[in-house]
């Protein structure tokens, strides 16, 4: 069974920085695409950003572009999001996932593999 553990969240006011982990194991973590959503009170669940299997290439809702940065270590079996200039609208719980396949994507349905979230609170 494959277990993905979010670490990382938190409280910061608008403008700052966060940089939530998802740590990896019970599967060839470098062989499938990883992703992190999000949702906000009330909201529904999100595409935040995916990232294909090496690494290589990488996928940004319009929400995010520009801000957030995914990377992952396939060695420490480890997605990162490095997120800037955040938003009070960015407040959410961030979830990591695991794909099916090697290339990202953005459809939740392609993951199957999901970690219990890290909550993010952006003040104004």
């Known amino acids: 069974q494959v277990q993905l553990v979010e670490s990382g969240g938190g409280l910061v006011q608008a403008g700052g920085s966060l940089r939530p982990s998802c740590a990896a194991s019970?599967?060839?973590?470098?062989?499938?695409?990883m992703g992190w959503f999000r949702q906000a009170p009330g909201k529904e669940r999100e595409f935040v950003v995916a990232?294909?299997?090496?690494?290589?290439?990488?996928y940004y809702a319009d929400s995010v572009k520009g801000r957030f940065t995914i990377s992952r270590d396939n060695a420490k079996n480890t997605v990162y999001l490095q997120m800037n200039s955040l938003k009070p609208e960015d407040t959410a719980v961030y979830y990591c996932?695991?794909?099916?396949?090697?290339?990202?994507?953005?459809?939740?349905?392609?993951?199957?593999?999901w970690g219990q979230g890290t909550q993010v609170t952006v003040s104004s």
């Open positions: 996932a695991q794909a099916n396949t090697a290339v990202a994507a953005s459809n939740p349905y392609e993951y199957n593999y």
């Open positions: 019970g599967r060839t973590f470098s062989s499938y695409a």
């Open positions: 990232i294909n299997w090496s690494g290589g290439r990488q």
